[in-house]
């Protein structure tokens, strides 16, 4: 059966109404929804979270919306590159049933004035450096779990801090869904895909690649026995290329993302970092001995 494109909430309600009656009819139950929320730009990053979706689930929506109230004032919402046409191939090819692809009216109107704030976990690392991010990430998902009702959706680790501030909202406000966090998908050298790496330049793209092998060689310190997180800190940013500028390097508890001053298996490093002025984002989950911490 042929994906269907829905560019208004009307429109995704009933082409989900009528996909999930039609599987109901079929198959004698309620059909496993799931959604996958991105920005389009489609990379194989995401094309593991909707591949797994597709996989897993009975009815699978993917959403492709570029959200303005994401975007911190002077960042790049009208730069960000847009692919719909590939997006779309791309979402078919994979078994998507509806991508939900809304205008920007179609999602806010114009008197919009309602707020979606998770404290605490939104104030450090990308929420300190990012003023109003978080909000209009949990804004713009809270919408859209509204919207589609998935019995799942779908995140990337890469946007690690993101992950764990849409739980927070979803459990704070009962949103009754289960959430799947996808590892990230990383290029050969190491470095997350990310729709900005297009951005950088040659030299830049390598330099870029530290920030991984920079968390690695922390990884492997840890592993091997350090657990001081300022020594361990120091390991990852003598890897890093000089052109890499550091914005935020810390060891947190990978629930509460409280920074540690010791670190312990389980817990997450969390790094950002502009490189010819193209920001970026990592983190690694630290795994004690021969446990496997990539
Ligand atoms: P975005 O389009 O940047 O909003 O990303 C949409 C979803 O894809 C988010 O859940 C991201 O965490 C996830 N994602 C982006 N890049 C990667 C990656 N390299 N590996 C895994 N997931 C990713």
Redesign the pocket.
Known sequence: MSMEVIQTIDGLWRAKHHLCREFATKNQKRPYVGL???????????L??VRRMVDECDVSVGS?FV?PA?FAPGEDFSEYPRTPEADLMQCEDAGVDIVFMPESDALYTQDHSTEVIVRKLTERYCGAERPGHFAG?TLVVAKLLNIVHPDIA??????YQ??RVIERMVRDLDFPLDLAM?????EPDGL????RNAYLAEDERKAAATIYSGLQELADAFATGQDGAEALKEVARTELAEAVQLEYLEIANAWSLDPKESAASGDVVLIAAKVGGIRLIDNIVLAAGDENAH
């Open positions: 996958v929320p991105t920005m389009g730009n489609l990379h194989h990053g995401h593991s979270l492709i959200n994401q990430v779908y995140f990337g680790q890469k946007d993101q992950f996808c590892p990230t998908v990383r997350a895909m990310s729709s």
